[in-house]
Every structure is written in C-alpha cells, then in structure tokens.
C-alpha cells in the first residue's frame, strides 16, 4: 500500500476537481483550452497589428500601391514636416478628435449621472423598461441612428424652424454640417456606453455611508463629492474608457454630420484607405492614435492607482 | 475632550445654548410616523437629561431605529417635536444638528483612511488644519486606534472599524450621541468587552448617549434608563433595576430575562392562583390578571415559610454552572438556585415567592 502511494507520487500525480491526473497532463490540458483564444488573438489582433506596423513604414508608389522600403516619412508627414515646409494640419487633426472625444465624454458622463440616478431609483418593474429604452439604440445600425439625426436637422425639421425664430441661425438653414451637429451625434451614440456602467455603480451604492456623510455636517455638495462619487468611480472608470476610446476613433458621425470641413483623425484614416489610396500613410496615423489612446490610458490608469484608495 | 460642565455643554456648531441649565438634553414629544399605511411609531414621547445613558430597547422591527433615525434627522416625523438643549430642531436637516451617529454598519468612507474618516467632520466644519490634527489625534488615542491611523476601513476588523465609527462621532464633540445597533456585527466576547468599554467611555466623557438595541444584556449593561418599546410604543421607561424588578406588563417581563408569569384572581385581600395563595407587594386594581416574579428571587426553603408559600414538587433540573434551573409543578414555577446536590427530581419542595418581587402586571 505504502509502496504504490511512493510509486504515485514519483510519478508526479496529483488530484485535480476529483480526476486523476499527472501535472504534465494538466499543462497540456491548460495549453489547449488557451490555443483557442489564442489563435483567435493571434489572427484578429496580432496578425493586423503587425501587418499595419509593417506597411506605416512603407512608401507609397504612384498608382497608389505600396512600395516596401523602410522609411520614416510617413510619421514625419504626420509631424508636419511635408514637401512644402512644416505645417501643423495632421498635427492639429489629432488635437481636434483628442477635443472632440474629450467633450464627448464629459457631455455624456454629465448626461449619464443623473439618467443613472434616475433609473436606479425607478420601482423595480419599470426599471428594466427604462434600460431597455437606453439599449434599444445600441440594436440600431449606427448610420441609419446618424441619417436620423441628419433628418432631425435638416432645414425642414421643427428644430430648425425654432432655432431660426429664436435668432440662433438664418431662416431656412439646416443645423448640420457642424460642429454642434457633430457633438449631438455623438453623445447620442455614446450616451449608452456611458450609462450602464454608470448605472451598475449607482445600483449598489451603500446609503449609509451618504447618511454618514450628512450626519458629519456635509453640505449637498460635499455628500456629492465624497460620499456618492468615490462609489461610483468603478462604474465611471468603464464609462470613461468605453466612451473615450471610441470616441478617439469616430468617424461616421463626424463625417455625416460635420462635413469636409470638419475632418477628425477618423475621417483622415477613412480617406487614406479610400479616395487618397495612400496605406502607408493611414497606417501610419493610426498607429499614431493607437499610441495617443493608449498613452492616455496608462495616465488614467496611474491616476487612479494613485490617487484613490487601493 | 474631557467632560463638561452642564452649563457649557450646549455648544454645537449650530450655536445652541442651553436655555435652562436643568433643562434635558433631548426632548421628544408626540412624535409618530408612518410609511404608506403602516404606523411605526405612535405618540412617542420621553427625555434623556445631560451625560446620561438612554437604551431604546425592543424586538425587531418596534420602530427604535426609526425613532433614532428621526432624532438624527435622517428621517422626518410626521407628527410631535424633537427638542435639543431646548431648541426645536424637528425641522433641521441632518447635518445643521449638533447630533452624531454610530451606525450598525459602521459606514467608514471607503476612500478615506481611518485620519480622513475621523477628520471627515471636522473638514465639514472647516476648522483649521492643525486644530484637525489634534483632534483627531486626541480622538484616536483615546480609542487607542492611533497605530492604524494610516489604515484603510477595508483593513480593518470589525471591533476596529467600530472603534473608527466611534472616534470619528466623538471627535465633533455632538451634544447627542446615537449609537444604532453598534454591537450587532461583532462576536460574543467582544460585544462584552466592548459594552463595558462603552459605558467607562459614556462615564468619563459625561456625554448624553442613546442606544438602540434588541439585547437586553447590552441594555442592562451600558445603560442608565432603560426605555422598552414595543410596536411602535413606549411599554416602560426606567432604570435596569426597576425594568427588571418591576415590570408593569407580560411583554417586559417576558423580553427581559425570564419571569414566571401566575394568573391571578382577587379576593378577600389576596391573590388566588394556580400555585395556592399569594399576597403580592402592591395590590393591583384589577380583579383577574397577572403576577410576575423572576425564577431568582423565588427561594427554596426547608420548611414552610410563613407567608406566600408554595408546595411543589422538582420535575426537571438542569445544570448551568453557576447556577441550576428546576422546573417545579405546579405551574410550571422556573426556579433558579445555587447548585446544591439535595435537590433533585422529584424532591418535594417548599418555595417563598417574598411579595416585594411579586409584581403584579397590568395585563
């Protein structure tokens, strides 16, 4: 009896969830069931990373195919420096969509908390109904959301006619393209990323501790700041990202609702893989704001590491 | 934060004087409340003088927290007057009264260490920085809390978190502290400990403390008054002694420690009941109703003792250490004994119900 135990474990046995099993076994059992996930990685991620890695520091030829030489230029064109000397225009695009994204976010966070507050405070029958009037959107194909909008702005609709009265724009002129029209847009495809998180943090705030604070002689707003916001920073952390980072990227609404004029980086990559037949160039700017992205996650991230509570 | 005198007590930040130097600390008057259709407190009135120790004990769900939360000003009466130092505050929001709250759950800042979490209301108040400082570094070692002063609630254990929920109350000097159920989250010989803890910390402050509980050990421990609610109203108000001793109905008798309850007939100047002739200590009104006495005070004797006495016969004994409990017929009478080896089952026994623990009950 003793020497088979020895013998098993010699053998490096071991018991894993009620099977026998050796550990060499267990790795190969681990092994497959990530290979899964990891070809699904491997093919949809690193694959076209490495592809788009490649090709931004690529040249272009003139029928607009790609010419394989190892070459800079691409990022230094993003940098400003083209053919005619240095000029900001790429530069300034990246700036404009970090703007837009960044007004995005608080336009949506800002509608987003108190749709929040509302939902969660709703009786439970009804609350699901509001929600699913938040997802309904989400099932929508975003164009034809953003053909919408365009409708409702156009120089026909009531809104027009009513910011024409009220002296906001001429008589007979539509509220998009521009800026404002933009804005609209995208909050309202963004406003459901935003909320649900939000709304998931809001669900399960613990009360007392908001009792606490008013029992501690805080006004409205410190109880605001100190006891309701600190809780719901998990649900506002995804809200950010969620809504940040595609925001980033945007470009359909930009597009319809904002016009030539309004050119954000998303547009500028559309472009490049399309009219402008220049790949290495669009590679190379989405690389740029693939590094700007993830350049402000990590500052989210160490803000939040070190500043809150760990 | 030592004790002071009464007469300079009633300094909140709201700025509250104390109108009459006798005049009770807090003064609850008609308050009642209701949600929706269901009456949780009905006409609920009673005071609680400077630096005493005031218990609201009662079961679950009798409308205690409520009454509390109503004193805090988390909820708001439907009717009557809540009166502090004098001053009506029913209609003042929570954080305008010089009151403070333990709660049951602690509810700690979860972001704030445990400096913040005591600072918190002092920074409400805006006090100066290093006065902060101070005082929240008396408050800490007063509750010897100040090593963890750095720590996080999520770090702490339970009777530590309490301790924060304390300093944290104490530290904005409140004329009133509330304390909701504070012993309930922690186990059996720290609840014992840290109900001792309490009452020496309620005494050296000489502070006016209400707590609300179901444990009726935790009432008679810390407590100066005692007040027993039941259903949303008031069933006894008194000292531990005299709640216990005397109480005035079957449910206070029941609900703290155990009573034999003998129904009772009047007649020609005495009780008759089940267990033969009893003269009680006060005669009641009534004709028919209830006496109570405690299985402690009912003595086993030798012989017959000359009056109040009762035959029985020792149907069950059980061993508790320090004490034995029989059970003897008739009644059942619960008796409560030193644990002498002569008294076993069966034994036929005289007991003396003396008539000054005899009460008789309203109901």
Same mark, same amino acid.
């Given at each position: ?179 404002? /029209? ?29 009792? /606490? ?98 | ?31 009642? @409340? ?29 409308? @205690? ?53 005591? =600072? ?15 005082? #929240?570094?008396? =408050? ?20 530590? @978190? ?44 000489? @502070? ?10 935790? =009432? ?27 109480? #005035? ?57 000359? =009056?109040?006495? #009762? ?53």
């Amino acid at each position: 009896m003793v020497a088979r135990h020895e013998k098993a474990v010699r053998r490096g046995l071991l018991i894993w969830y009620g099977q026998l099993t050796t550990s060499r076994r267990l790795a190969l059992r681990g092994a497959a069931l990530a290979a899964v996930p990891g070809a699904w990685l491997l093919v949809f991620l690193i694959m076209p990373l490495t592809a788009m890695v490649a090709v931004a520091f690529a040249g272009r030829g003139s029928y607009g195919e790609v010419v394989w030489t190892l070459s800079t230029g691409n990022f230094r064109r993003l940098a400003g420096f083209g053919v005619l000397g240095w000029s900001a225009d790429y530069l300034l695009i990246l700036g404009r969509s970090c703007w837009v994204a960044l007004v995005t976010t608080v336009l949506s966070l800002l509608l987003a908390y108190p749709l929040a507050f509302f939902i969660a405070a709703r009786p439970r029958r009804t609350r699901y109904l509001w929600l699913a009037a938040v997802i309904i959107p989400f099932c929508t194909n975003l164009v034809v959301r953003t053909y919408a909008w365009m409708l409702l702005l156009s120089s026909q609709s009531p809104l027009a006619r009513l910011a024409a009265a009220v002296g906001l724009t001429d008589p007979g002129s539509a509220l998009y393209p521009s800026r404002a /029209a933009v804005y609209v847009g995208m909050v309202g495809s963004f406003l459901p990323f935003a909320v649900l998180p939000l709304y998931t943090s809001v669900e399960r705030l613990d009360w007392s501790v908001v009792e /606490a604070a008013q029992d501690l002689y805080a006004s409205r707003l410190r109880v605001f700041l100190q006891a309701i916001l600190p809780q719901t920073l998990p649900g506002l952390t995804v809200a950010l990202i969620l809504t940040f980072i595609p925001a980033m990227g945007a470009f359909v609404v930009p597009d319809l609702l904002g016009g030539a004029r309004y050119m954000l980086v998303g547009n500028l990559i559309q472009q490049q893989f399309g009219s402008s037949r220049d790949w290495p160039f669009g590679a190379a700017v989405s690389l740029g704001l693939m590094l700007l992205t993830l350049a402000g996650l990590f500052i989210l991230r160490r803000r939040g590491t070190a500043g809150g509570a760990a | 934060m030592s004790g002071r005198p009464a007469e300079t007590a009633c300094r909140g930040p709201s700025g509250l004087v104390r109108l009459a130097p006798d005049a009770p600390d807090l003064a609850v008057a008609g308050v009642g @409340k209701s949600f929706g259709t269901v009456r949780v407190l009905h006409d609920i009135t009673f005071t609680a003088a400077s630096g005493e120790f005031v218990t609201l004990l009662g079961p679950s769900g009798c409308g @205690k927290t409520t009454l509390l939360r109503i004193i805090a000003g988390l909820e708001r009466a439907d009717e009557g007057e809540v009166t502090l130092c004098g001053r009506v505050i029913t209609a003042l929001p929570a954080n305008q009264r010089p009151i403070n709250t333990v709660f049951q759950n602690y509810a700690l800042f979860p972001h704030l260490n445990v400096h913040e979490n005591v =600072a918190f209301g002092l920074r409400s108040r805006r006090f100066p920085c290093d006065q902060v400082d101070r005082r #929240v570094g008396q =408050a800490l070692a007063m509750l010897q809390m100040e090593p963890l002063a750095r720590r996080y609630p999520h770090q702490l254990s339970g009777g530590q @978190k309490q301790r924060v929920a304390l300093a944290r109350a104490l530290v904005n000097e409140p004329e009133l502290l509330l304390l909701d159920e504070p012993m309930s989250a922690l186990d059996a010989k720290l609840r014992a400990e840290v109900q001792l803890e309490l009452r020496r910390l309620q005494r050296r402050l000489g @502070k006016t403390f209400l707590l609300v509980t179901h444990d009726q050990d935790e =009432a008679m421990t810390v407590s100066d008054r005692v007040i027993v609610m039941r259903d949303g109203a008031i069933e006894q108000t008194g000292t531990p002694a005299e709640v216990y001793e005397r109480p #005035v109905s079957r449910f206070v008798a029941e609900f703290l420690g155990s009573a034999n309850l003998i129904t009772a007939v009047r007649q020609n100047g005495c009780m008759q009941t089940a267990v033969g002739r009893l003269v009680p200590g006060r005669m009641p009104d009534w004709t028919q109703g209830t006496l109570a006495i405690r299985p402690e005070r009912i003595l086993v004797r030798r012989q017959r003792p000359a =009056a109040n006495a #009762v035959a029985g016969q020792v149907r069950e004994v059980v061993y508790r250490g320090d004490h034995v409990d029989l059970f003897v017929e008739p009644g059942p009478l619960r008796v409560r004994s030193a644990p002498t080896t002569d008294l076993h089952v069966g034994r036929h026994v005289w007991l003396e119900l003396r008539p000054e623990h005899l009460v008789a009950l309203r109901d």
